[in-house]
């Protein structure tokens, strides 16, 4: 864990804790969500979007059975994530779309 996270890692998800004790909970979290069949799993990555210290990946995925849009911003520092944001949103099935543009 520490060779990408930074000594003292800041998380802006209110479900996960700071620092690599934060990280490791969030793997134990991943893994309790998948045991109750709402695995995390990123299938499409979309675009990597980087300027100075900040990346902003935003991928495709499932959260248990529903077509999730992943958003992942961090700052990195000396080589390693030294803070992360995350919004997660559904993607609706195509035919509940209101216009033809897609999420991506």
Same mark, same amino acid.
């Given at each position: 864990m520490g060779y990408y996270f930074g000594n003292n890692y800041i998380q802006h998800n209110p479900w996960i804790g700071d620092g690599l004790t934060g990280t490791t909970g969030l793997f134990q979290g991943v893994a309790a969500l998948? $045991?109750?069949?709402?695995?995390? /799993?990123y299938t499409k990555l979309r675009q990597v979007l980087a300027e100075g210290d900040f990346v902003l990946v935003t991928s495709e995925g499932l959260f248990g059975n529903q077509v999730?849009?992943?958003?992942?911003?961090?700052?990195? @520092?000396?080589? $390693? +994530?030294? @803070?992360?944001?995350?919004?997660?949103?559904? +993607?609706?099935?195509? @035919?509940?779309?209101?216009?033809?543009?897609? /999420?991506?």
């Open positions: 998948a $045991k109750a069949g709402h695995a995390v /799993k999730t849009a992943y958003y992942d911003m961090m700052r990195v @520092e000396h080589g $390693k +994530i030294a @803070e992360h944001w995350d919004v997660l949103q559904p +993607i609706p099935a195509r @035919e509940h779309w209101r216009n033809d543009n897609g /999420k991506f």
